[in-house]
Protein backbone atom coordinates (compact mmCIF):
# COMPACT_ATOMS: atom_id res chain seq x y z
CA UNK A 1 0.00 0.00 0.00
CA UNK A 2 0.88 3.12 -0.41
CA UNK A 3 2.65 4.92 2.52
CA UNK A 4 1.10 8.43 3.48
CA UNK A 5 2.74 11.14 5.36
CA UNK A 6 0.93 14.12 6.62
CA UNK A 7 2.80 17.48 8.15
CA UNK A 8 1.03 20.89 9.31
CA UNK A 9 -0.03 20.07 12.84
CA UNK A 10 1.35 22.26 15.75
CA UNK A 11 -0.50 24.53 18.53
CA UNK A 12 -2.77 27.25 18.29
CA UNK A 13 -5.04 29.26 20.12
CA UNK A 14 -8.66 28.72 19.56
CA UNK A 15 -10.27 30.59 16.75
CA UNK A 16 -6.95 30.13 14.64
CA UNK A 17 -6.03 28.07 11.31
CA UNK A 18 -3.76 25.44 10.44
CA UNK A 19 -3.28 23.69 7.38
CA UNK A 20 -2.70 20.04 7.55
CA UNK A 21 -1.06 18.10 3.85
CA UNK A 22 -0.95 14.47 3.19
CA UNK A 23 1.29 13.42 0.35
CA UNK A 24 1.49 9.76 -0.59
CA UNK A 25 5.13 8.28 -1.29
CA UNK A 26 5.77 6.74 -4.36
CA UNK A 27 2.85 6.70 -6.20
CA UNK A 28 0.65 9.36 -7.83
CA UNK A 29 -2.56 10.25 -5.14
CA UNK A 30 -4.52 11.11 -8.10
CA UNK A 31 -5.32 7.18 -7.59
CA UNK A 32 -7.04 7.48 -4.59
CA UNK A 33 -9.95 8.68 -3.11
CA UNK A 34 -8.52 10.32 -0.05
CA UNK A 35 -9.81 11.51 3.68
CA UNK A 36 -8.71 12.97 7.22
CA UNK A 37 -9.73 11.11 9.97
CA UNK A 38 -8.95 12.26 13.70
CA UNK A 39 -8.50 11.05 17.07
CA UNK A 40 -8.76 12.20 20.12
CA UNK A 41 -7.80 10.55 23.16
CA UNK A 42 -10.30 8.35 24.92
CA UNK A 43 -12.61 8.37 21.90
CA UNK A 44 -12.62 6.71 18.64
CA UNK A 45 -11.38 7.76 15.14
CA UNK A 46 -13.57 10.10 13.71
CA UNK A 47 -13.98 10.25 9.77
CA UNK A 48 -14.20 14.26 9.62
CA UNK A 49 -13.68 14.62 5.65
CA UNK A 50 -13.49 13.12 2.31
CA UNK A 51 -12.31 14.07 -1.63
CA UNK A 52 -13.20 11.94 -4.65
CA UNK A 53 -10.49 11.30 -6.92
CA UNK A 54 -11.65 13.91 -9.11
CA UNK A 55 -11.84 16.83 -6.17
CA UNK A 56 -14.94 17.23 -7.27
CA UNK A 57 -17.02 16.10 -4.70
CA UNK A 58 -16.60 16.27 -0.69
CA UNK A 59 -18.07 15.34 2.71
CA UNK A 60 -17.25 16.64 5.59
CA UNK A 61 -18.61 15.53 9.43
CA UNK A 62 -21.02 17.56 11.40
CA UNK A 63 -18.49 18.61 13.71
CA UNK A 64 -16.20 20.31 11.22
CA UNK A 65 -18.55 21.54 8.37
CA UNK A 66 -18.26 25.31 7.51
CA UNK A 67 -14.61 25.60 9.28
CA UNK A 68 -12.82 22.80 7.41
CA UNK A 69 -12.33 22.88 3.86
CA UNK A 70 -10.35 19.64 2.36
CA UNK A 71 -8.81 20.02 -1.27
CA UNK A 72 -6.21 18.24 -3.28
CA UNK A 73 -3.42 19.96 -5.32
CA UNK A 74 -2.39 17.04 -8.61
CA UNK A 75 0.32 19.21 -9.10
CA UNK A 76 1.90 19.15 -6.40
CA UNK A 77 0.24 15.21 -5.34
CA UNK A 78 -0.90 16.43 -1.88
CA UNK A 79 -4.15 16.50 -0.34
CA UNK A 80 -4.91 19.30 2.27
CA UNK A 81 -7.05 20.27 4.96
CA UNK A 82 -7.61 23.88 5.98
CA UNK A 83 -9.12 24.42 9.43
CA UNK A 84 -9.95 27.97 10.46
CA UNK A 85 -11.95 28.88 13.57
CA UNK A 86 -10.44 25.93 15.69
CA UNK A 87 -11.86 25.12 19.02
CA UNK A 88 -10.06 23.41 21.90
CA UNK A 89 -12.27 20.02 21.18
CA UNK A 90 -10.78 20.02 17.91
CA UNK A 91 -7.31 18.92 19.65
CA UNK A 92 -6.78 15.41 18.21
CA UNK A 93 -4.06 13.26 16.09
CA UNK A 94 -5.04 13.75 12.35
CA UNK A 95 -4.69 11.04 9.91
CA UNK A 96 -5.33 10.90 6.01
CA UNK A 97 -6.64 7.97 4.66
CA UNK A 98 -7.20 6.80 1.26
CA UNK A 99 -9.86 4.18 0.21
CA UNK A 100 -10.94 1.84 -2.06
CA UNK A 101 -14.62 2.88 -2.36
CA UNK A 102 -16.48 5.99 -2.17
CA UNK A 103 -15.24 9.17 -0.98
CA UNK A 104 -18.15 9.46 1.69
CA UNK A 105 -18.04 5.79 2.92
CA UNK A 106 -15.70 5.85 6.30
CA UNK A 107 -15.67 1.85 6.22
CA UNK A 108 -14.00 1.83 2.88
CA UNK A 109 -10.69 3.79 3.89
CA UNK A 110 -8.45 0.68 4.71
CA UNK A 111 -4.68 3.27 4.41
CA UNK A 112 -3.73 5.81 6.87
CA UNK A 113 -0.28 7.60 7.75
CA UNK A 114 0.88 7.78 11.42
CA UNK A 115 -0.86 11.43 12.22
CA UNK A 116 -0.16 14.47 13.05
CA UNK A 117 -1.09 16.74 16.57
CA UNK A 118 -3.53 19.50 16.24
CA UNK A 119 -3.48 21.06 19.80
CA UNK A 120 -6.01 23.78 20.67
CA UNK A 121 -5.96 25.78 23.32
CA UNK A 122 -8.20 27.90 25.06
Known amino acids: QVQLVESGGGLVQAGGSLRLSCAPSGRTSSLYTMGWFRQAPGQEREFIAG????????YYAHSVKGRFTISRDYNKNTMYLQMNSLKPEDTAVYYC???????????????WGRGTQVTVSS
Open 97 to 111: ATSGGPYYWREQYDN
Open 51 to 58: IDVAGALT
